[in-house]
């Protein structure tokens, strides 16, 4: 968001990157640590920062070992280069993150950015096994390590995720790959209403026919479209389509129809997830606001309710609403409002937080407009009861003087 | 901020002590006397010492008082578990007070809908699971003494077991946590079921730090559909590089099991003289493996991973037809600790990782290392995951022999650590491993870590002498006081041991 910035450097080492942080420690230079740039506007404003640190250098490879079924990369290397990498030797990471042109592995750790299939392989406090890092003061830490399993120490790396560069620089991880399954499925159904589909989502998130995505999309008067993934090997894939479609019959759904296999996404899908984020796409660029709902599944359609409103305050006809329907997350992304709406939709919104953190949920804003920004915090209340004076500890610990990315994060930290 | 690291208590009154204890938890939930501390000095590890008092507390609020209390009067305070740890993490190292959280063990909700339970962590991992079948559901991780060891605890250790291959560990189960801090306030975090919850993932840092950081007094855990099918395999081989071969072929061809469990040959006669779980005795080595999956596809994978260890040279390869041969199958595996335990007056049970494609290397070079010392060493291990749980077989009644198991200990944990590997992969650093951290963590490393320790724990009062190396004795062998009688309590408690 700030265009203070007078100086940007870009490391290739941990230490070139240690001394350059020393040197702003020790002169209180506030420092803006900037991967690809994609998610520069997750977070909240923030204080200006006077340098910033780019680790578009820090892009290699540090070691594969197929057989082992892990990867050691720098944090620079773009998100896109990893997959490569290990696509050759038939193996992915198990995640499926908005593919945005630029993005760096370690700029989807430190936004904790997911996918549809998360239902299924989980997030990135499942995959990242270890870390390394540079404090606010220069000092190169480890933790983890290189091995699937592992108590060794404290797993501050589960910290680093999601914590938008705000307690040090991520200049090395190590991630659990998987064998890329034999065959991925996806398949489209249609329900009368959100709450049949939502339901019928929830059991199958209980059931084990072990869905990899649950995507359900507002369509027109109330109706809905649900999208499902399968992932596995192929015997097992058509098995467990037969007995997902079969339960979904028998809760009314219409129209079934499996996906060309050509296609990574069915074409809503892929819509939401390069919204996630996105700044330069053609087909996303309408898309300036992205609201996400969690809540608990059970409390999905109460939300599902609460995103809605929001909608017609904003006078949008447009029923951009996802439900990532295994999970609890919803994630809205109105286009067709009027500017003018947009501030007067805050009552609602504040409305529409409150009622969800009081069932345990949260509702952040992960992209809106700079005039929203200034009137609204973007992260709520942090989950939990005096969480934030812990949170606030661990700051202090790793950034004691304030200068890594201050004032994006959670409660001002 | 000050940081009274070394602070000793005065000399101890402990009929006041009691009574002020007793005030908070009431009376009838204290342990002072020394014939009854005697039962809380020590766990399934090979350390002891004895605590002030033992208190079991019923509540949160009751936790966080004593807390309050043990900050008001300097007194060290540990939480405890089961007691069926493996390296030392619930041993009162400088006394004080220890936390028993066996009456606090009620399952507080299961909530199927949502895929969640509430539980206290005094509830025993193995009664989560058997309260939620009726639901087609499950808490996935399985440890070693799931019979006896408390969630609590495996949440302070971040617990493994065989089947955490493609599930995951207790941290990948934690979806929120309540803990009271060392300064006794009652903090709850995660968002216990709604997913992304703001803020840093301090779930993810309170699990597996060994109560250094905080006391847990309530977890919130996933519950997970229990799988369809399953199919049990037991693959025969006459050397163990080949069936370390067949481990890598079965993860290479893209095939994860849920558990891929592998024993040499004296862990097999071990086995075969008490459990009789019909393993040739003859055989170098066999492999365990069970897939979970639809049948028809189990089919499948039980025909590429027969090709698999057939490529890689089993002489045999057999298929449990129903329950009681699986059954029969996994007695071998789960009985292996206990069974060791029936030939060797005691064993010492090391916990080390290695990547997986070093398992041949590292396991010859453990033969060695048993050659070395003139100790047999047994070897059970999670080969899917490259966790090797080396047995030490000695006899702490010779003199000398417990040194030699420790020494021979710490040099198979170097082994591990010099291959690429780890420390531990499921039993926790606490006493046992604290000095073995520089061999992968150097200073910088550590004192991070420890900056956040000191952040949570002021007054250095919390779980004292764990996880971090005492000043200038990285990298020595730790040789505990010895006594032995931990070594039966560990059969006992491990008697069914995965």
Request: overall charge negative; proline content about 5%; aromatic content about 6%.
């Amino acid at each position: 968001m700030q265009e203070l910035d007078i100086t940007t450097l870009s490391p290739e080492t941990a230490e070139e990157a240690s001394a350059i942080l020393r040197e702003a420690w020790e002169n209180n230079t506030t420092v803006n640590i900037r991967g690809g740039g994609t998610k520069q506007d997750l977070g909240n404003i923030g204080k200006p920062t006077y340098l910033t640190l780019s680790t578009l250098k820090l892009d290699k490879l540090v070691a594969y070992e197929p057989a082992d079924l892990t990867i050691t990369v720098q944090a620079g290397m773009k998100w896109a280069t990893l997959r490569e990498i290990m696509a050759e030797k038939g193996q992915w990471l198990p995640l499926d993150p908005p593919e945005l042109e630029g993005a760096t592995v370690g700029g989807v750790v430190a936004s904790n950015v997911s996918g549809p299939k998360r239902l299924l392989y989980g997030t990135l406090r499942d995959l990242v096994i270890g870390c390394q890092f540079v404090l606010a003061d220069g000092t190169i830490g480890r933790s983890g390590g290189r091995v699937v399993k592992n108590v060794s120490g404290y797993d501050l790396h589960k910290l680093l995720i999601g914590s938008l560069g705000t307690l040090t620089l991520i200049t090395e991880l190590t991630f659990k790959v998987l064998p890329k399954p034999q065959i991925s499925r996806w398949f489209n159904m249609r329900f009368e209403t959100v709450a049949i589909g939502l339901e019928t989502s929830r059991k199958l998130a209980r059931s084990n026919f072990s869905p990899a995505a649950l995507e359900l999309i507002g369509i027109d008067n109330g109706a809905c479209g649900l999208r499902v993934a399968v992932d596995g090997q192929e015997v097992a894939v058509v098995r467990q389509m037969d007995e997902i479609m079969a339960l979904c019959r028998q809760q009314g759904a219409k129209d079934i129809s499996i996906l060309d296999p050509a296609n990574k996404y069915p074409e809503d899908v892929a819509i939401i997830v390069e919204v996630m984020g996105s700044l330069g796409l053609q087909r996303a660029i309408a898309y300036n606001i992205l609201f996400r709902f969690s809540s608990h599944l059970t409390d999905m359609l109460f939300s599902w309710q609460l995103a809605e409103k929001i909608l017609r305050q904003l006078d949008d006809v447009s029923l951009t609403l996802q439900a990532r329907a295994g999970t609890g997350l919803i994630y809205l992304y109105p286009r067709a409002y009027k500017d003018e709406n947009i501030l007067e939709a805050i009552p609602l919104i504040q409305d529409a937080r409150e009622k969800l953190e009081a069932k345990g949920g949260s509702l952040v804003i992960e992209k809106a407009p700079l005039a929203l920004k200034e009137k609204l915090e973007v992260w709520g209340k942090p989950a939990g009861l005096n969480s934030l004076s812990a949170m606030q500890t661990i700051k202090r610990q790793l950034d004691e003087r304030n200068l890594l990315n201050p004032g994006k994060f959670v409660g001002g930290i | 901020m000050t940081i009274v690291k070394e602070t000793t208590p005065k000399v101890i009154d402990r009929e006041k002590l009691a009574h002020d204890l007793g005030a908070i938890v009431g009376a009838e939930a204290v342990l002072w006397k020394n014939y009854d501390l005697k039962l809380y000095e020590y766990d399934g590890s090979i350390d002891k010492h004895l605590p002030e008092a033992v208190v079991f507390p019923r509540t949160t609020q009751q936790v966080a008082e004593l807390v309050k209390y043990c900050n008001r009067e300097r007194l060290y305070f540990t939480a405890r578990g089961a007691g069926t740890g493996l390296s030392g993490g619930s041993i009162p190292l400088r006394g004080g007070v220890l936390i028993a959280f066996t009456r606090m063990n009620k399952i507080v909700e299961i909530d199927a809908d949502n895929l969640r339970a509430v539980v206290e962590p005094g509830v025993v991992n193995l009664h989560l699971s058997q309260a939620v079948a009726s639901y087609g559901l499950y808490y996935v991780p399985d440890p070693s003494s799931q019979k006896a060891c408390t969630i609590g605890g495996n949440v302070g250790e971040n617990s493994g077991g065989p089947h955490t291959l493609v599930y995951g560990v207790t941290t990948n189960h934690t979806l929120g946590l309540e803990v009271v801090t060392p300064d006794g306030e009652i903090r709850r975090f995660g968002g216990e079921a709604a997913p992304d919850a703001p803020g840093y993932d301090m779930c993810g840092l309170f699990v597996g730090s060994e109560g250094t950081i905080g006391l847990v007094t309530q977890i919130t855990v996933r519950l997970t559909p229990l799988p369809p099918g399953v199919k049990t395999f037991l693959a025969v081989f006459d050397d163990l590089v080949k069936c370390s071969d067949a481990v890598s072929g079965i993860i290479e061809a893209g095939v994860v099991p849920a558990a891929l469990e592998m024993m040499d040959n004296l862990a097999i006669q071990a086995v075969e003289a008490s459990v009789h779980a019909g393993y040739p005795t003859e055989a170098a080595a066999v492999l365990l493996v069970e897939c979970e999956g639809f049948p028809a596809a189990l089919e499948q994978q039980a025909t590429s991973i027969e090709e698999i260890c057939t490529k890689a040279g089993a002489i045999s390869f057999k298929t449990a037809k129903d329950n009681a041969e699986r059954d029969k199958l996994w007695k071998g595996r789960k009985g292996a600790f206990g069974a060791v335990g029936r030939m060797s007056p005691d064993y010492y049970v090391c916990d080390g990782v290695v990547p997986r494609s070093k398992l041949p290397e590292v396991l010859a070079r453990v033969g060695e290392v048993s050659k070395e010392y003139d100790l047999p060493i047994a070897n059970v291990f999670h080969a899917g995951d490259g966790n090797l749980h080396p047995l030490i077989m000695f006899d702490a009644n010779k003199p000398g022999d417990t040194e030699k198991a420790v020494k021979a200990g710490t040099e198979i944990i170097r082994i591990c650590a010099e291959a690429g590997g780890t420390l531990s992969g499921e039993h926790g650093i606490g006493v046992e491993k604290r000095d073995m951290m520089c061999f992968v963590f150097n200073e910088d490393d550590m004192n991070v870590m420890r900056r956040i320790r000191d952040g949570f724990d002021t007054s250095g009062l919390c779980n004292p002498g764990k996880v971090f190396p005492t000043p200038g004795r990285c990298g020595e062998t730790r040789i505990p006081a010895p006594g032995r009688a931990q070594a039966n309590y560990v059969r006992e408690g491990m008697g069914q041991a995965w």
